[in-house]
């Protein structure tokens, strides 16, 4: 079945590291995006591509870095110099005038020890 | 800019109807989503509005005007279950339906 893998579910980072998060899509969807969920909150843009070799920041951008070599990958890297990265990550894709909007990953919720 | 207002939080009770409303400002709108989202898990589709009126699918309806910028999500026959959050998404056509999110409202319902 097609979906979005993300993984690891539950992540722990020590200050100053950096991590990266896996996402990986079999939709054939062309665009994918990255979300930071807060605790009782919505959902923040960090990164967004929507075409392989290009991505265009978002909202809240500082801290993070991505890459898109494959269509069907879109990894993001929670640097050393975001300061709060304590929250759930959330990965989605979809095809421009897809009527159900986008198809999430599971999230990961990474917290920092 | 994109801004998207809902209330943080509604209680109800089983069996009663609650309705949450969201107000948007947006350049470049293609439509409304509503998600729901159960604490630590990914949103669920529910509904989509690009055209003015309602939309109904069982239990849940949702209705958008879009000279008001003005939608709302109406919940009936409220069960135990439906305790969760619901987030409301403009997307934007210009940048391939990318959605800008509410800070989503948080449903309460009581026995």
């Known amino acids: 079945d097609g979906g979005i893998t993300q993984s690891p579910k539950y992540l722990f980072r020590k200050e100053g590291q950096n991590v990266t998060l896996s996402c990986e899509q079999n939709l054939n969807h062309d665009a994918m995006y990255w979300y930071r969920q807060d605790p009782g909150q919505g959902l923040r843009l960090i990164y967004y591509s929507q075409i392989v070799n290009d991505f265009q920041k978002g909202d809240i951008a500082e801290g993070y870095s991505v890459s898109r070599e494959k269509k069907e990958s879109f990894p993001l890297t929670v640097t050393s110099a975001q300061k709060n990265p304590t929250a759930f990550y959330l990965c989605?894709?979809?095809?421009?005038?897809?009527?159900?909007?986008?198809?999430f990953g599971s999230g990961t919720r990474l917290t920092v020890v | 800019g994109q801004n998207i207002d809902q209330p943080t939080e509604m209680t109800a009770t089983e069996g009663a109807i609650v309705q949450i409303n969201c107000t948007y400002q947006t350049s470049g709108f293609n439509g409304l989503f509503w998600y729901q989202q159960h604490a630590g898990e990914a949103p669920t589709f529910l509904s989509y509005?690009?055209?003015?009126g309602l939309e109904e699918k069982g239990r849940f309806s949702s209705f958008l005007s879009r000279s008001k910028g003005y939608s709302y999500l109406l919940l009936k026959e409220l069960q135990m279950k439906d305790s969760a959050s619901y987030l409301c998404a403009a997307a934007i056509k210009a940048a391939g339906n990318k959605l800008t999110f509410g800070g989503g409202t948080r449903v309460l319902v009581k026995p």
């Open positions: 509005n690009v055209l003015d």
């Open positions: 989605a894709s979809n095809r421009p005038g897809d009527f159900y909007g986008y198809t």
